[in-house]
């Protein structure tokens, strides 16, 4: 081959070589791809978070912006979670606890002679200073006796040596007032208040309810219950029969 073909061939390989390189994309910049996928995973994230946001699914559209804002605080979709995250927290947090005290409740449904027999029932906030000791309120529709509301103790005993005609009742923090209250003959583990209406009026409404009482073996104690979560609807205002 002559110097003037390989001359020729060098030429048009650089040619096809510069053609070749013009149309190559440029490389692509690392720093950047890792960005623009954070910012597709984030923003796919997001859009979640305020899908269960808008159907009220408040304690996973807590989980899911916190997990947006752990992985991803530079991100565009995380500057969006925060202008929200906060209400999103006190809606969850408001609804954790509505579920908290209606579970503070118990109900039953009793086989009754004459009819079926409602009861529904909360311990007290803190339990008595005595050993298996636990004072709860109870509500009660009896199809004979009808409505009542008393106290009933667990593995301890009122002490009455002083009188247990009247209780100190506080409806959320108010100044107490003194309910007539009753001890039954039979003898059983339970302080009736003879007001049974008017303190079911006052607790419908109310959030907390503070009872003073004196057990035998442990003094003065003030029951507190948290009663915000009752559903006057498990307490029938007539018994079915």
């Not at 929200?84 to 118990?106: F, H, M, Q, V, Y």
Request: with cysteine; glycine share 8%.
């Amino acid at each position: 081959m002559s110097s003037k073909s390989s001359l020729f061939i060098a030429v048009i390989a650089t040619v096809l070589a510069a053609c070749s390189g013009g149309n190559a994309p440029p490389p692509v910049d690392p720093a950047v791809a890792a960005k623009a996928a954070a910012e597709a995973k984030a923003a796919k994230e997001t859009a979640l978070y305020e899908q269960m946001r808008k159907s009220g699914s408040w304690d996973i559209a807590v989980s899911l912006g916190s997990e947006v804002l752990a992985n991803w605080p530079d991100s565009t979709a995380a500057a969006q979670v925060r202008k929200t995250l906060d209400e999103t927290r006190d809606k969850a947090a408001t609804i954790a606890n509505t579920r908290r005290l209606a579970g503070l409740w118990s109900y039953t449904v009793t086989a009754e002679d004459g009819g079926t027999q409602y009861a529904a029932a909360i311990a007290s906030k803190d339990a008595p200073k005595l050993p298996s000791a636990r004072l709860r309120l109870v509500l009660r529709q009896h199809p004979k006796w009808g409505r009542s509301v008393y106290l009933l103790l667990d593995n301890a005993t009122f002490d009455c040596k002083g009188g247990c005609a009247t209780l100190p009742v506080s409806f959320d923090g108010d100044k107490p007032q003194h309910m007539k209250a009753t001890i039954p003959p039979t003898g059983e583990p339970a302080l009736f208040i003879d007001d049974d209406k008017g303190f079911i009026a006052k607790l419908e409404k109310a959030k907390t309810i503070a009872v003073g009482v004196k057990l035998k073996g442990s003094g003065e104690f003030n029951a507190e219950f948290e009663v915000s979560g009752f559903d006057p609807s498990r307490l029938p205002a007539k018994p079915i029969k």
